[in-house]
T-cell receptor
């Protein structure tokens, strides 16, 4: 069974600084997708970024980028120029490939605090 | 705003009550999901509906009964719940495309359920 591990329950960063959130996963599949979701205090789960495992290039979305290391099964999220609005729980998620409604497997989350 | 709405946002019920959670998606998606988020636990997938047919049931107790009358609406009927069922219930939707493409799931804001 696939598992997702986020080893940092909490992280903090100064406003305008850079922070990296860690995520590792375990799978025997070769093709899959990885996601980072953000859950602010409003509890809405918001997609931050996604990565296809077959792509070697790391995904980027504005201030958010990932470091995808397939061999190491690592998928970290880097937030540059951190803003107060980035404060939230961040969840790493895995989904195996193939279409259909394959379920997302989530990590336990990392709570990010942004200090002014 | 992700295009997925949930009502009510908060619900308090006794163990003998019957209530329903509602989810509606305005994204034209054809798959919908119920997740349970408990404190300090990863999100757990409960049910998946694809093309209005239930395709996954993750060993959820029968006191939770899903209903998907059409591709835009999803309900979770609740009866004789236990206090340990108190949690945030999240609905999500995605577009299933057969065996290609990523069906990124978009989440609603959740219903905070408290069972007394």
């Amino acid at each position: 069974a696939q598992t997702v591990t986020q080893s940092q329950p909490e992280m903090s960063v100064q406003e305008a600084e850079t922070v990296t959130l860690s995520c590792t996963y375990d799978t025997s599949e070769s093709d899959y997708y990885l996601f980072w979701y953000k859950q602010p205090p409003s509890r809405q789960m918001i997609l931050v970024i996604r990565q296809e495992a077959y792509k070697q290039q790391n995904a980027t979305e504005n201030r958010f980028s990932v470091n995808f290391q397939k061999a190491a099964k690592s998928f970290s999220l880097k937030i540059s120029d951190s803003q107060l609005g980035d404060a939230a729980m961040y969840f790493c998620a895995y989904r195996r490939s193939g279409g259909g409604s394959e379920k997302l497997v989530f990590g336990k989350g990392t709570k990010l605090t942004v200090n002014p | 705003e992700t295009g997925v709405t949930q009502t009510p946002r908060h619900l308090v019920m006794g163990m003998t009550n019957k209530k329903s959670l509602k989810c509606e998606q305005h994204l034209g998606h054809n798959a919908m999901y119920w997740y349970k988020q408990s404190a300090k636990k990863p999100l757990e997938l409960m049910f998946v509906y694809s093309l209005e047919e239930r395709v996954e049931n993750n060993s959820v107790p029968s006191r939770f009964s899903p209903e998907c009358p059409n591709s835009s609406h999803l309900f979770l009927h609740l009866h004789t719940l236990q206090p340990e069922d108190s949690a945030l219930y999240l609905c999500a939707s995605s577009q299933v495309k057969g065996w290609v493409g990523i069906d990124t799931q978009y989440f609603g804001p959740g219903t905070r359920l408290t069972v007394l």
